[in-house]
């Protein structure tokens, strides 16, 4: 897999497109990623995308089969914490390890100037959670409240939170 970090010059109209298909979509095989019976609406938007890469907010990292994005992630740095969203592999490709090959990826860029990699994840999500722990994510015990109102979608179930879930670079 080739990976690239992306810029505003990049279309970004298909990492928006990947992004939502693999956190809201119901095609593909095993989708066990999907967070559509959990949340309806777009995980993200197009303005959101462009203004978190445009101000350096984010490094935005895709991986590329025959000129197309097929898998994405950002990282997010916060003093000695990376933050690792929009970890997003295109539907029709799960179940062979180009999540697994990406994120290794994203570790491999962090581990240059952090020395935890976080994520969050909605935790009514558990196979994404046990995705995590395998990969030697462990569970912080905090909890956050889902972004209401911040155009990733609206929750359909009550008390949707999410989890935060470490790993040592």
């Known amino acids: ?16 497109e990947l992004v939502n298909a693999a956190y809201r979509g119901v095609n593909g095989p095993g989708r066990w990623t999907t967070e559509a019976h959990l949340v309806q609406g777009d995980r993200l938007q197009k303005v959101d995308l462009e203004r978190q890469v445009s101000s350096g907010e984010i490094a935005l990292y895709a991986g590329y089969r025959d000129a197309r994005p097929v898998c994405c992630i950002a990282l997010k740095r916060d003093g000695e914490v990376t933050e690792f969203g929009m970890f997003a592999v295109d539907p029709g490709l799960h179940g062979l390890g180009l999540g ?3 994120l290794d990826m994203a570790e491999s860029k ?3 100037y952090s020395g935890i990699f ?4 909605v935790t009514q999500n558990a ?9 030697g994510y462990c569970r912080t015990g905090q909890t956050l409240a889902y972004p209401v109102g911040q155009r990733v979608g609206e929750p359909i179930i ?6 935060v879930l470490q790993k040592k670079a």
């Open 1 to 16: 897999m080739k990976y690239r970090q992306l810029s505003c010059q990049d279309n970004l109209d298909e990492i928006v």
């Open 100 to 102: 697994k090959q990406l």
């Open 110 to 112: 962090a581990r240059q």
């Open 118 to 121: 976080q994520v969050s994840v």
């Open 127 to 135: 196979d994404l959670i046990r995705f995590y722990e395998r990969r």
């Open 158 to 163: 009550e008390d949707i939170s999410l989890t």
